[in-house]
């Protein structure tokens, strides 16, 4: 009983504490990180609940795949500020 | 309190965390972060209200929602990232301008 | 760079947005609170029906049985998020740099296993954890990882075969429940001595769409079919 409670506040202290994190983060990469971690946590928490299809999902695709579809995001993202940034830096602020 | 109690104020806690950032942030790519962890928090409340039986198996009823939910989720962030890199091609920035536009 | 008196709007601005929200978490707090203790919701109903439902586990009884119709719309939310990515631009179907030899060998050895696990999957999903969405998503996983490690994606099955495999999950979906609305007189009404054999053939299906559907958002664009972009 002990530890179940034990548990039970150790998961919910690093949903939010994750949560915090991931959302106050300057660096967006390290957003994204702290993001695919949050989603294994709530993985973590589904299993408590007793919803192991939850579970399931949200850690293939709640983290993995979310996490993949962020990341590549990022990258392009970043690629086309290079871009736009060699080609016309002059005109690009307004 | 219950354990599922304080799973559901949880939820509670990341859906207003959740809309916080995605108040405050301009970055796009963040307001798209926040937006999905209000979702898991949305997500956390309905599982939590689900375990609410007198018995050991809970309501299942809400574990299929949130299934779905989640993958509507991922779908609708795809679109969203899709849009910001649009909006990046567009404009040279994916953020909102900080000052307002007169 | 901002003057006085913005930043002091700004700070104003923060300070009344952090009481409001907390306002709100409290609300939210005080709701969950005041809910009754204990409550069966839909349990009840679950677990009566569950033996006319033909399968075992009851999540995939309500996702595929007695919610049916939620999850056909679900297949139709995921095909419009693809339209509105694939609206949104092209995809590059040549990549500018090598992968490393590395990740081509591993995912020589992963891709396979992750295709094998789907499979299995979507069939324990009939009475053990599991199911279409999350096979599904394995099934996306492998195609993703494939993705990342060819140097050259398979052009002449980015045409009409991969629009055919997007729209098969939806489209058996909708076919068994309009034969069904003619058969049994109910959409999505299966007869209950074959209601586990309609349910995998609409989940193999929903995999298979799903897994196309998800690697195609993670290409993030309308793959071109010419061999020039």
Do not use: C
């Not at chain 2, 796009?28 to 937006?35: D, F, P, S, T, V």
């Amino acid at each position: 009983m002990i530890l179940q409670w034990l548990f039970d506040s150790l998961l919910i202290i690093a949903l939010l504490w994750l949560a915090w994190r991931l959302l106050g983060s300057a660096d967006l990469f390290k957003a994204i990180v702290l993001f695919i971690a949050f989603g294994l946590v709530m993985a973590l928490a589904w299993v408590r609940l007793d919803a192991p299809d939850v579970a399931l999902a949200e850690a293939a695709i709640g983290a993995g795949l979310t996490g993949a579809l962020l990341l590549s995001a990022l990258a392009r993202l970043n690629d086309l500020a290079d871009t736009t940034h060699e080609t016309h830096t002059p005109s690009g602020k307004k | 309190m219950s354990a599922v109690l304080l799973y559901a104020l949880t939820g509670a806690g990341l859906f207003t965390l959740g809309l916080y950032a995605l108040i405050i942030h301009a970055h796009l790519l963040r307001k798209i972060l926040a937006i999905n962890v209000m979702g898991s928090g949305v997500f956390l409340i309905l599982v939590a209200l689900g375990g609410r039986t007198a018995g050991a198996v809970p309501d299942v009823v809400p574990h299929a929602m949130v299934i779905t939910g989640i993958v509507v989720a991922v779908s609708a962030t795809a679109l969203a990232l899709a849009l910001v890199l649009r909006v990046q091609a567009a404009t040279g920035r994916a953020e909102l301008p900080e000052e307002p536009l007169e | 760079m901002r003057s006085a008196g913005r930043r002091w709007h700004y700070l104003l601005f923060r300070w009344a947005l952090m009481l409001l929200l907390l306002a709100v978490a409290v609300g939210l707090g005080y709701a969950l609170l005041s809910l009754p203790q204990q409550a069966v919701g839909l349990s009840e109903q679950v677990s009566a029906n569950m033996a006319t439902s033909g399968v075992q586990n009851p999540v995939t009884a309500v996702l595929l049985n007695f919610r049916g119709y939620d999850t056909l719309l679900e297949m139709a939310v995921l095909l419009v998020a693809l339209l509105g990515v694939w609206s949104l631009g092209s995809a590059e179907v040549h990549r500018k740099i090598d992968p490393e030899p590395v990740l081509s060998l591993l995912v020589g050895g992963l891709a396979p296993m992750m295709i094998l696990m789907a499979g299995y999957l979507l069939w324990a999903g009939t009475n053990t954890p599991g199911g279409a969405f999350q096979a599904g998503s394995v099934l996306a996983a492998a195609g993703i990882l494939l993705l990342l490690s060819s140097k050259r994606f398979p052009v002449r099955l980015m045409g009409w075969p991969l629009r055919v495999v997007l729209l098969l999950g939806l489209g058996t979906f909708a076919a068994v429940g309009m034969t069904l609305l003619f058969v049994s007189g109910g959409f999505l009404q299966y007869p209950s001595s074959l209601a586990g054999a309609f349910i995998l053939f609409i989940e193999a299906a929903a995999t298979l769409s799903i897994g196309v559907t998800l690697a195609a958002l993670f290409l993030g664009g309308r793959p071109q079919a010419g061999p020039y972009r």
